[in-house]
Nanobody, 124 residues
Framework: QVQLVESGGGLVQAGGSLRLSCAAS????????MGWFRQAPGKEREFVAA????????YYADSVAGRFTISRDNAKNTVYLQMNSLKPEDTAVYYC?????????????????WGQGTQVTVSS
């Protein structure tokens, strides 16, 4: 069992940066693939980024590639999402998710555990 708690959201102007954190509980955190998803009002939850259990492989949605960076620190049971050059269309609730398969996956239904989310609002 893995419990996830996101933090770091807030209000930022377009072009600014935020770093989201996701703290995980559970001894097996280091064996899980971790992902970030987001959901804007009236839209479905969409994949943003994922990192394998070793941190050696990452994958990004086209909409954030080159601007966002996912990373993890297994010693701290934490995964991060560094978001740069933020745009108003990045406004959403951002969710952290965990999957035990150890490979990169993008469909939200493939992830087993979810956090409660943190709000990111980008003003123009």
């Amino acid at each position: 069992q893995v419990q996830l708690v996101e933090s770091g959201g807030g209000l930022v102007q377009a072009g600014g940066s935020l770093r989201l954190s996701c703290a995980a509980s559970g001894r097996t955190f280091s064996s899980y693939t971790m992902g970030w998803f987001r959901q804007a009002p009236g839209k479905e939850r969409e994949f943003v980024a994922a990192v394998t259990w070793t941190g050696s492989s990452t994958y990004y949605a086209d909409s954030v590639a080159g601007r966002f960076t996912i990373s993890r620190d297994n010693a701290k049971n934490t995964v991060y999402l560094q978001m740069n050059s933020l745009k108003p269309e990045d406004t959403a609730v951002y969710y952290c998710a965990a999957d035990s398969s150890r490979i990169i996956k993008t469909p939200r239904d493939e992830y087993e555990y979810w956090g409660q989310g943190t709000q990111v609002t980008v003003s123009s």
